[in-house]
Structure formats: C-alpha cells, structure tokens
C-alpha cells in the first residue's frame, strides 16, 4: 500500500514538480481575492489528482498487491491532498494579506494554472477506459477551463468564481465517491 | 505432476454474453494455444485467470493455489501480458522496472538485463517514446523477470506488423523454452502458435468446443478427394467441401475411420492429403 503512495506521488512530483514552486510563489504574490479563487481550484486538483489514472489502477490489480489495499491507499491519498492543501491554505491566508495585489503577477499564474490543469487533464483522461465519462470530463474539464479564462480577463467577479469552482469540485468528488462505493461492493461481494 | 493451471466449472456472465461452464487443466512446462473468433470469451478466461474481473462462478487454481483478490502468493507464479502495456509513462523504462521490481522477492535482475539486451530496449527512453513493439518488449520483460511458472499471453501482439510479430514470438519462445514455463496463449492469428503449442483448445461463443494435442490433430485431420459410382457414401462427421460429378472433396476430423468407412462403400480414386494447423483450426472454428 505504502508503495503505491509513494510511487503515485514520487511520479506526481515528476510531472508536475516543476511547476510547483513558481506556482506557490505566484500564488502568494498574487494577493488575497486571486488566491481565495485559486486555493479552489487547487482544491479541485487534489481531488483529481487522487482519483488517479484508471491505466495504473488496472497495473496495480496485476501485481501482486491485495486489492483493499489499493481501495486504502487511494482513500489515504485523498484524505493527505486534502489535509496538505487545507493546511496550505490556512499557511498562505496569513501571509497573503500582507502583500498587494499584483496584476502581472495574476496573469502569470493563471497562465501556469492553466498549464498545470491540461497537464492533469490529459494524465487522467489518457487513462479512462469508459467512453461516456471520458467524453463527460473532457466536456466538464472544458467548460471549466473555458470559464476560468472568461472570468479571469472578463469576469472578476468572485462570487462567480466561488460557483463555478464548488460545482466542479463537488462533480469531482462525487464521481471519486462513486468509485469507492464501486470498489466497496466488489470487495465484499469477494468476501 | 501438479497442473500449472486448474479451472473448475468456471462462469462469467455479461449482458450479452456468456462465459462458460469452462474446465481447464495446463500442464506444467507446455504451451497451450487458446484460439478462438474475436468476442469469443479469451480475453474474459485470461482476465478471471489474473484475477483482473471476478467470476460467476467456479474456481481458478494456480499451482493449487486459488486466485483470490486478497492474497498475493499465486501471483508470484504468474506472468500475465496483455494488450494494453500499462506503465508509468513519464518514466523511464529503467524507473518502470524499478518500480516492479519490489513487488517481487523473486525478481531476478540478471535476467532481465538479459532479456533487455535481447530484446534491445533502451533503458533511458520513456514509455511514452517507445513503439508499440517496444512496449510489448518491456510487458514480456516485466512479465518473465520474476521468473513465474506459468505465462499467460493474451494476444500481446496485437496491433504490430507481421515482421516485428515473428521476430518477437521468436525471441519469446526460445526464451520460454529453455526455462521450462507453462504457457497459455490466446490468439486469432493462428500462425502465432502453430510452431510450438503443445496442445490447442478452441473456445467459440463462451464454450469450449475442443481440446486436443496439436499432433493429434495434425495426424488425424486430412482432406480426403475420392468418387463415388453410386453416390453413395457413409459420411458421419465429415465435412464435405466439392461434389461434382460423383467426385467428392471432404476433410475428416479422423481419417483412419473414414477410410473404413469409404472403402465399404467401394469408393474410387480415393487421394488422401494432410493438412495444416491453420486450414485445422479454420474448420473447427466454422463448426458453430
């Protein structure tokens, strides 16, 4: 189990490690109103990002791991991106207030948002078998993204971003319920 | 000695098809070839094999072992390619290994550095810049590195061209023949396993709808032309092809018994010709 963790997230690190850290400082100099829109979205990819590639789920069924083992640390992943962004959150709340707000900076990080979530787009959809949820969370990835961009030049409107965010997120999860819920039946009807 | 493979009574049902009852026995150490029409439940046998979909019913035993999700012992003894070659694709080939390799206590690095030598994979390249054959290379290397009794293929060939297919069978089979693996080998394309397949079951519409030695079949199957003066013959599970003025072409699934028979029935001219695992296999195939 704890191999799965460790890979998952040394393989997470590979890929999107170097984005990382410009996008922390970004987001902190970016100022406070961004930052409240942007920790949602950070949101949204954690939880993403523990749904994991359907491909690689399929490789850890063929090795020999015990299968509740990877129903566990899927759950544990998602109970740690979580934890690690909430406590992010809280970290940058405290320090973002005492910088101004910074147009450039604003546009810079979207722009490496926007990067960081085709980068996670295509890793999760390049691993989906089902044809129907493929086409749903490219449909949902694209408006999302579409949304983000009108209302990061056009929009501004925080409330705006709140919705749009929180709608997103809550699909996200309840499709990551879904599939536990999916795993919980399998393993007990093996039981 | 103790089957490589034991499969009891096993079923799988989906919304438009069904598996089964299947019963199976591989022996240690032989090369079975599981043929069969696309959608004709071989990949769905492979699957309930590696444990990858749950069956209905019935039993699965690998070295008397049984396959179930939640102990990992059996799936030290096996070796499962498939299709799909999933691995992480941001990595390196090297890293992939790696990364398999502490799964299994078994893993033996010099052989694998054997095989990839063999096999001219470029350590250093990422997954995502390999070919397919080359993905289908690092599946077998991953597969045979542990050293697993038993070897399920399923069709691990596909989608490649016929000169990468037999250079790569080649090197797989000289390989599985001097360490001794049970193989079980699903395919359509039935030169894949005409060479060296020891015994050959054919699986059509979920069922199982023969099992035999390969020599068996290629010593009993022939095609058999002769005429018939009166147009009277005794033909029972023959297959006729031609009949054309009292001249008759037929393939026997048994051509001793059928010689019998024809010569009670005076027939004439009576040629008898042997056929090929691929003409075999066809009309074995065609008898829905």
Not at chain 1, 72 to 89: D, E, H, P
Request: glycine share 4%; aromatic share 14%; net charge positive.
């Amino acid at each position: 189990m704890w191999k799965i963790i460790k890979t998952e997230y040394y393989y997470m690190y590979n890929l999107y490690g170097k984005w990382l850290l410009p996008f922390l400082v970004l987001l902190i100099l970016s100022g406070k109103i961004f930052f409240d829109f942007l920790f949602n979205y950070i949101l949204i990819a954690g939880a993403v990002l523990t749904l994991q590639n359907d491909n690689r789920y399929y490789m850890y069924q063929t090795l020999p791991i015990k299968y509740v083992e990877i129903a566990y640390a899927r759950i544990i992943m998602l109970i740690i991106n979580f934890t690690v962004l909430t406590l992010l959150f809280y970290i940058i709340n405290i320090i973002v207030p005492l910088i101004k707000l910074r147009l450039l900076f604003l546009s810079v990080t979207s722009l490496i948002l926007i990067r960081l979530y085709t980068f996670i787009l295509f890793d999760i959809i390049s691993g989906m078998r089902n044809k129907t949820k493929k086409t749903m969370y490219i449909l949902l990835f694209a408006i999302t993204l579409a949304a983000i961009i009108f209302l990061l030049f056009l929009g501004q409107n925080r409330i705006q971003y709140y919705i749009i965010a929180w709608i997103f997120l809550l699909t996200v999860i309840s499709i990551k319920t879904f599939k536990l819920k999916e795993f919980v039946v399998v393993k007990e009807q093996y039981k | 000695m103790e089957n490589s493979l034991t499969i009891t009574k096993l079923e799988k049902e989906f919304d438009d098809f069904i598996l089964g009852p299947l019963n199976l026995e591989l022996e240690q150490g032989k090369v079975t070839g599981y043929i069969g029409p696309n959608g004709a439940g071989k990949t769905t046998t492979m699957q309930c094999i590696a444990g990858l979909i749950k069956p209905d019913k019935g039993e699965i035993k690998i070295f008397g072992k049984q396959n179930t999700p939640n102990s990992i012992e059996w799936k030290y003894n096996l070796g499962y390619v498939d299709d799909k070659h999933i691995f992480y694709e941001k990595w390196s080939c090297a890293q992939n290994l790696k990364f398999f390799s502490q799964f299994y206590p078994n893993w033996d690095w010099d052989f694998a550095n054997e095989l990839i030598k063999r096999f001219e994979i470029s350590l250093n390249k990422k997954v995502t810049q390999l070919s397919t054959g080359n993905k289908v290379k690092l599946s077998i290397v991953r597969a045979l590195s542990y050293r697993p009794k038993l070897l399920i293929l399923d069709e691990p060939t596909i989608g490649l061209d016929p000169i990468a297919r037999t250079e790569l069978l080649n090197i797989l089979f000289e390989i599985i023949e001097n360490n001794n693996n049970a193989i079980f080998y699903s395919t359509h394309i039935l030169s894949d396993i005409d060479r060296l397949a020891d015994e050959l079951i054919f699986i059509i519409n979920g069922k199982i709808k023969l099992q035999a030695p390969k020599e068996d079949l290629l010593e009993k199957w022939r095609t058999i032309s002769f005429k018939a003066p009166n147009n009277q013959v005794d033909l029972n599970n023959e297959i006729i092809i031609q009949i054309e003025n009292n001249y008759y072409k037929i393939i026997s699934p048994d051509y001793n018994e059928t010689l019998k028979r024809l010569q009670k029935s005076e027939a004439q001219n009576i040629t008898v010709n042997r056929m090929n695992i691929d003409e075999i296999s066809v009309q074995i195939l065609k008898q829905k």
